[in-house]
């Protein structure tokens, strides 16, 4: 099974998100999508297929979405769609694609419905917050 994960690794949660598909035993494709930017069509699929939209998908605090305009509702997603083409930061993350689907993993531990197996326990986030108990199970 193929794991993409779009991954900031400046972001706890996307970190977490990447520390959990790998503990599951799977080493991922991370794209490193600061630093490559995203394509009009690849954020468009991957809205398509997570169910998101362009303002749904909008970081909305530490990102530039407030100086840019973008949190004003009457904001249309074509306009917030092309501010995320220039300023990458503002599309929410991380999101995770597998052969079980497509989802922006906020909180962390959503991304373990995307895997075949769950990593083995005990497992915690990054702020020492219970995943996985010691008998392997979710935590939850």
């Known amino acids: 099974m193929t794991v993409v994960i779009h991954h900031n690794p400046d972001c706890g949660t996307s970190r977490n998100v990447l520390a959990i598909i790998e503990a599951s035993g799977k080493t991922p494709v991370v794209v490193p999508y600061l630093d490559i930017g995203w394509t009009r069509s690849q954020l468009l699929a991957l809205f398509a297929a997570a169910g998101l939209t362009p303002r749904s998908?909008?970081?909305?605090?530490?990102?530039?979405a407030e100086e840019l305009g973008l949190?004003?509702?009457?904001?249309?997603?074509?306009?917030?769609?092309?501010?995320?083409?220039?300023?990458?930061?503002l599309v929410?993350?991380?999101?995770v694609?597998?052969?079980?689907?497509?989802?922006?993993?906020?909180?962390?531990?959503?991304?373990?419905?995307?895997?075949?197996?769950?990593?083995?326990?005990p497992m915690t986030k990054e702020d020492g917050t219970p995943l996985i108990d010691a008998m392997g199970n979710r935590v939850g």
């Open 57 to 64: 998908a909008l970081r909305t605090t530490k990102s530039p």
């Open 71 to 89: 949190l004003d509702p009457s904001v249309d997603d074509e306009t917030i769609l092309a501010a995320m083409l220039e300023h990458p930061i």
């Open 92 to 95: 929410n993350r991380p999101i």
């Open 97 to 121: 694609c597998t052969p079980k689907g497509v989802r922006l993993c906020r909180p962390s531990e959503s991304v373990l419905d995307l895997l075949d197996s769950l990593p083995p326990g």
